[in-house]
């Protein structure tokens, strides 16, 4: 690696992280902590005759589960034609019967995915996840190579690294593309959400209002930001980082304080663009992950790019089986959970969990899914000692009305301890940023 | 007027400079206590206990020092105010820009990390204030924005400036009334009060 990424450099680049706030914020013991996320300086590097590859396969995925969404909330063609059972959409938490019908501004629904991957130790990428929530961590990337520059300018002299910094521009061109007609906006629930120096930093970044639920209000058919003046100003598209439940307490969670209330309205009259679109959980279910692949080959009608871990669904009669008979070498998780939370590997368990964890999965086959437990690269981290640690890959997506752009970069997690394959923020892990370089230039 | 304030914006901004200049003329005052401690008074610290309003429930004037520049416990406390400063900040970055808010952060991590027992310490706390009301001054492209931040600014250095008896309050005084009159808040004279100016930031400004 290049002389100038070593530990003084990296002193400093922790010096302005704290400077710029780059933090998250975690809940334990029912308080509220802001940390630092830990950054490490030694990028994962992609080359780009390999990104070209991923690039193809991510804007491939994430086509067909937008196309899975305007199906799922119409005429649920995939569930006639018996590749998905219809029970998988129902069940899911994330399905809102209620959207049927409801399309977003242009057929956008996965306007900014993060697809996670690992990398085998064999070199292959697998898919182990789709986010098209509420994705977060682009931003710190962002930062991360912003100050990465200043600290380590040789480096960028030295390499063809691909730009990532407009990350904020290809956020504010899809939200260009979506507004029915207003500003833009990002609505925040609030200071102590764990992302909110993310929030902050699109809104500066993009160019969009950011906003809490308060200074929203839905008056007639639109959606207004509300100026201290007393003016209404029209809004034409949300970024929003809170959760459908909490959206709407008129059509969701009635207790929400979060929402603003009657915001579906005006999204089902097409007022307002929702980024993203308001029930995309039923997508990014663990369960219909599964089924991603059927997807691209039932809705583009092309052979999957990008492979999924080898994945079993207990719901199914020959995968309950192989299940519970290699439950010590498989990892099992919870469909309903989310955040590096649910997820239990078969091998660390007490016969006593272990019996509690078989007898959940044959009540409830349709809560877990089990995979091959990946033996994913380790990636070289700064360290007094020369040490490396299990890294994953988020990649970002985004999805315009006209324009479809995988961001050239991502967000590399990785674990701090040595005991885990759990890389979440919320777990203790750290991040990298990512360089697409190209060697040939 | 930016068309894209609300009134929780105001009102964050408008305490953010409050808090700003809270923890600079506070600061200077320390500085002079702690000066006069040393060789002419070790209870001077119960002057300026009084002149700002708290209880004097120190042992001695090191246990005030330290307990006065960083028990974050201590709602008063000068880490708090900036602390208080910087909650201000956070909830305004889109509106401050990241060039601006890094001074704000720097001045609270250079404060967490100051030994008390070494007062010319605090001056880099200082340096970073300055700093940022530069980097205001510099970067940020909506007047108002500035100008809403700057009257909280005049606004401390009023109530500070009374209890001090500093001479800069009259200044202040004449800039806060300019700058009323340029946003046009429209207070009789013998209403504008700092209570009645604090009133027109609370999250009623403006209904109608």
Redo the contacts between chains.
């Keep these: 690696m290049h002389r100038e990424i070593n530990g003084k450099n990296h002193e400093i680049i922790k010096t302005y992280l ?4 780059v933090k998250f914020g975690i809940y334990k013991d029912n308080t509220f902590d802001e940390r630092i996320f830990p950054f490490d300086m030694i990028p994962r590097v992609i080359e780009e005759e390999e990104y070209k590859i991923l690039e193809k396969g991510l804007i491939q995925r994430v086509k067909a589960l937008n196309a899975f969404l305007n199906d799922i909330y119409s005429t649920q063609q995939i569930v006639k034609d018996g590749i998905i059972p219809e029970e998988f959409i129902t069940s899911s938490s994330g399905y809102f019967p209620q959207l049927c019908g409801v399309k977003p501004v242009k057929g956008i629904y996965a306007h900014i995915s993060g697809i996670d991957l690992v990398q085998g130790k064999d070199s292959k990428w697998y898919v182990l996840e789709d986010n098209i929530r509420v994705p977060s961590g682009a931003s710190y990337s962002v930062v991360a190579r912003n100050i990465t520059r200043m600290a380590a300018p040789e480096i960028f002299k030295d390499i063809p690294i691909r730009e990532n910094r407009h990350y904020p521009q290809m956020l504010k061109e899809m939200m260009d593309s979506v507004n029915t007609g207003g ?1 833009n906006v ?1 609505l925040t629930p609030g ?1 102590s959400n764990a992302a ?1 120096f993310e929030h ?2 699109l ?2 970044k993009s160019g ?5 639920p ?2 929203l209000e839905v008056d007639g058919e639109g959606v207004y ?7 209404k ?1 029209r809004v034409g598209a949300i970024y929003r980082r809170i959760s459908d439940e909490f959206l709407d307490p008129l059509a969701f969670n009635p207790h929400s304080l979060l929402g603003v209330p009657n915001l579906m309205s005006a999204y089902h009259k097409g007022e307002v663009a929702i980024v993203n679109a308001v029930g995309n959980g039923v997508a990014d279910d663990k369960g219909i992950y599964y089924f991603v692949p059927k997807m691209v080959e039932y809705y583009l009608g092309e052979e999957p790019i990008l492979e999924n871990a080898p994945t079993y669904l207990p719901y199914f009669e020959k995968d309950m089986q192989y299940t519970l008979e290699n439950i010590d070498k498989l990892v099992i998780k919870d469909v309903a959970e989310a955040g590096g939370y649910g997820v239990l590997f078969g091998r660390d368990l007490s016969l006593e969990k272990r019996e509690a964890l078989i007898e959940s999965i044959k009540k409830e086959p349709r809560r877990f899914i089990s995979q091959e437990i990946i033996d994913f690269k380790e990636l070289e981290i700064i360290s007094d000692t020369k040490t490396s640690r299990k890294a994953d890959f988020r990649a970002y997506v985004v999805m315009g009305a006209e324009e479809i752009h995988v961001w050239p970069s991502g967000l590399t997690r990785y674990t701090t301890r040595t005991d885990t394959f759990i890389v979440n923020s919320s777990q203790g892990g750290g991040f990298k940023d990512t360089w697409i370089i190209d060697s040939q230039k | 007027m930016d068309n894209r304030l609300s009134k929780i914006n105001l009102e964050n901004l408008y305490w953010l400079g409050r808090y700003v200049e809270r923890v600079i003329i506070t600061l200077d005052q320390i500085v002079d206590t702690f000066d006069e401690m040393l060789d002419k008074n070790p209870m001077a610290y119960q002057v300026f206990c009084e002149k700002i309003g708290i209880t004097d429930t120190f042992k001695d004037g090191d246990h005030f020092l330290s307990e006065y520049i960083l028990n974050e416990a201590l709602p008063y406390s000068m880490i708090s105010n900036i602390n208080m400063a910087y909650q201000n900040a956070m909830v305004s970055r889109d509106i401050l820009k990241i060039r601006c808010f890094g001074y704000l952060r720097n001045a609270l991590s250079v404060l967490k990390k100051c030994d008390v027992t070494k007062i010319y310490t605090l001056k880099e706390v200082k340096d970073s204030l300055f700093a940022f009301w530069g980097s205001l001054q510099e970067y940020l492209e909506s007047q108002s924005v500035y100008s809403i931040i700057l009257m909280g600014k005049y606004v401390e250095k009023i109530d500070l400036g009374l209890r001090f008896q500093r001479g800069d309050m009259y200044r202040s005084w004449a800039r806060l009334e300019w700058m009323m009159s340029h946003f046009e808040i429209s207070l009789k004279y013998e209403e504008i009060t700092l209570q009645g100016i604090n009133s027109l930031f609370d999250r009623s400004f403006g209904e109608s």
């Design positions: 704290d400077r710029y706030g500003i990002i200071r909110f902050a930093f809104a500066e969009a209002k950011l906003v809490f308060s200074e930001f509300r100026h201290f003046s007393g003016e100003i």
